[in-house]
Structure formats: C-alpha cells, structure tokens
C-alpha cells in the first residue's frame, strides 16, 4: 500500500441530517492508494455530485475500472442520508460485498467503485502508531485520549471490551504513559484456581497451607510501584472481591499465615468482556467494588466499529510477521476484509494474516481467493448480469459455469484472470480450464476493455 496524494473533495458545507442529530460523515478511501483524501459527505441543497475519472467530477478517481462518469452522491430520498448512484458504469458500484444500482449510505458501509475502495466513517483521521504496539485512527485515538490524561494520576481503569480488542495492549500503554517506575503485572482472574486465588492475590508465607514449600509475594506485591491488570475480574468469588475490595480502600495485603498486613503502592486495572454493571445487576460482581473501582471507565470499540483501520492493521501485521517483506494485496481482498464483523477482532485478524503466510509463503500478491470462507461477504454478480449459477445440489466450487459468466467476468477482471476466478467464485486452475474448453481469447478481452465508457 503506497500513500500518496490524491484529488477527492467536495467542497459544500452543510452538513447532512440523519434521524434526530446531524452526522458529519466522510467516505474513508483505503485502497489502491492509502492517504488519499476522504470524500465529506456533505452539500447544499439537492446538488449532485459526480465521481469518476472525468475533470468535471467533484470527485476524481484514476485507474482503467473507474468510467469517466461513474457514480453520483445525491441526498437519499427516504431520508436525508447520501445516496449513492451508479451511472451506468463499466464495472458498477457494490455497497457492502453486493452489487447495487444505487444504495443510502451509512456508518461503517464498505463501498467499492472500480478499482477503488472506501469505507463511510465520521471524523476520520490519520492511522498512527498511538503507543508501542497500540494503532488506530480516529476511534481509537478519541477512545484512548482520556487514559492517556489520566495515566499520571492514581484513579483505578475499568476496561471493557469484547475478546480482541486490546485490552491488554491498552493497559501497556496506560502503563508507559503513567511513568511508573515499577512493573506491569497480568493476571487472568478466570484462571485462577478458586482455592488458591487468594494467596496468588496477595501472597502466602512458607507453610500457610498444604503445598505451601516456600513463600510467595503474589501479584499485588509482584507489581509494587508499577501495574497491576486483573483481567476478567468478575470472575473472582464473591468472597474474594469482598478481600479484594478492603486492600483497595486500605492499601495493604494480607498475605495467607501473616499476621501483619503489608502496605503496596500498586496502580489497579481491571477488564471485563461484558459491562460490570450487567454482572452487579446478576448478582456476580459486588455493586460497593465496582464503586470503589470505577476511577475511569472505558470501553474499547469493536473492530466493527472502525473498519476504516482495518486495511491498515492488516499491512502492518503482515510487515510484522514477515519482517518487513510483505507481499502485495488486491482490492478484491481489502474490499472483503472491510466488510467481515470481525466477531474475534484484532485477534482474528492477527490469526488470519499468520494463516494466509503459512498456507501461501511464497505468494508475492494476495487476493480474495486465498481468504478462508468466512471472510466476507462476496458477491457473484457483477452490476449488470448474473455470472455464476449456483444449483443447491452441487458443492460450491463445482457449480457450471457458462461462457457469458466466464466472459463478464473476465471483462470485469480487466483480463485478470485471478480476479475473475475470485468474482465466479472458482479457482484460478479451473479458470484457465474453462479458458481453454471454451477457446476464450485473453489478449482480445484484454484489447476490448479499453476506455471505460
């Protein structure tokens, strides 16, 4: 991914009224040129605003896929959201992995017109490297702002977050900013054993129990003058949080077989997947601790909820685990990268990029066709005719293709025959077979894709 210039914006001024508030939103372009200026989703009026390749359009987008005229931003008609419209163009407009004739757009929509790739977002901002190993752009960072101001001081983090998110990395971060000269210590409160929790806690001394052949600081005095993160903390007894809760107000331990507690200087972080509130109110997690740990409060936002990092953290693992030889990726893959859930998050993609270099090392470009079937969704269909029958008794991969699909595909491929396998939904083997039984001429396909109209 290379990051240059590029012309994309409108230049109107009133912002855009959605339901009860106004949204000021932007379409995030992230591929096949990252950094290229968002598209404002913004205008006066009922003006129209043209995108293509044209000089006269308000949004100029380059490349062979893009049609000089290729789609227009309007007020929707159902609401005051943008609607955008294909024009008719050479290779149309999907909105999500489907292809549309037009579509209203959203927060979080993934748009892809030609060979370009966007995702609609409000107040983006520059991806960064926020802290070591902690990236995002403008969700992120706003969510993140109000630790990074609270580091220096001593109020107790409650974290939430679903699995993945960075809760873990988040703490790291929080740690670094706080200058604390001490460790950072994590511990799993899940994976505690129950009749051991306490004394892993806040330590034992030799003999205090069965098994007990030395003595042990535990984790709160393991992490004296430093961090303490207790992950998954509504997962402790009730009897313990109710310990736990009088070291917080007291700031002391009792280690197990001590009959002197002994003070800690400890900065407390703790995480939850679900809301703490949710377990106080099922009776899991004790109301008078969560007071008593509810310094500042922040939950971390899915990856769902910034899709517009999610190419860039996809690049950025993929020079990471490949030592900075990374190969190249198709917009075919971005644009399915963009629209999946991500349900495990930065975690899942993290997993996928270390599936895709074991399974494919020596590939130097990655495509949609190397992504696992649960990444998507993608589309069969091009805007303007069906190109692949999927009969229900037949496994996918071994559906009939006929000639005008493979034709449509081809064209809509540029020639690309990798790309064109990807949009049937076959692999590129099978591709050139076809090719071959149906005695399809490549360089004339090539030769006619030309000028898009």
Known sequence: MRHDAGTTTITESSPIRR??????????????????????????????????????????????????????LRRGEKSAGPLLVDLGSHNGIRVNGKSV???????????????????????????????????????????????????????????????????????????????????LVAVNCAALPEGLAEG???????????GADRASPGFFRSAEGGTLLLDEVSDLPLSLQAKLLRVLQEGEVQPLGETRPVPVNVRIVVASQQPLMDAVKDGRF???????????????????????????????VLREQTHGKAPAVEGD???????????????????LVRQLLTLHPSESLLGAHHLPGRIGPHDPQQ?????????????????????????????????????????????????????????????????QEGEPH
Not at 30 to 50: K, S
Not at 128 to 154: H, K, M
């Open 19 to 72: 339901g009860e508030g106004s949204v000021d939103l932007s379409l995030v372009w992230l591929f096949p040129r990252t950094g290229t200026p968002a598209t404002r989703l913004r205008w006066q009026g009922d003006v129209e605003v043209l995108i293509g390749r044209d000089p006269s359009c308000g949004v100029r987008l380059d490349g062979s896929e893009v049609s000089r005229r290729h789609a227009a």
């Open 101 to 183: 004739a037009s579509a209203e757009l959203s927060l979080g929509d993934v748009v892809r017109i030609g060979g370009w790739i966007g995702v609609v977002a409000n107040a983006p901002s520059e991806f960064a490297e926020i802290s070591p190993g902690l990236y995002g752009g403008a969700v992120l960072q706003a969510t993140v702002a109000p630790l990074r101001q609270a580091a220096a001081s001593n109020l107790t983090i409650v974290l939430e977050g679903e699995t993945g998110t960075g809760k873990e990395i988040v703490t790291r971060s929080v740690h670094q900013w706080s200058g604390r000269p001490g460790p």
């Open 200 to 210: 892993e806690l806040f330590g034992y001394r030799r003999g205090a129990f069965t």
């Open 286 to 316: 004790r109301a008078d601790l969560l007071a008593r740990l509810d310094g500042l409060t922040v939950r971390l936002p899915p990856l769902r909820q910034r899709k517009e990092d999610v190419p860039y953290l996809f690049a950025q």
């Open 333 to 351: 893959l971005v644009e399915r990268l963009c629209a999946h859930d991500w349900p495990f998050n930065v975690r899942e993609l993290v997993q």
């Open 383 to 447: 805007a303007s005719s069906k190109i692949l029958t999927r009969p229900s008794t037949l496994p996918p991969g071994s559906e009939p293709v006929e000639l005008p699909a493979l034709l449509a595909a081809l064209r809509a491929a540029g020639g690309n025959v990798t790309r064109a396998a990807a949009i049937l939904g076959i692999s590129r083997q099978r591709a050139y077979r076809l090719m071959e039984s149906h005695a399809v001429n490549l360089d004339a396909i090539r030769g």
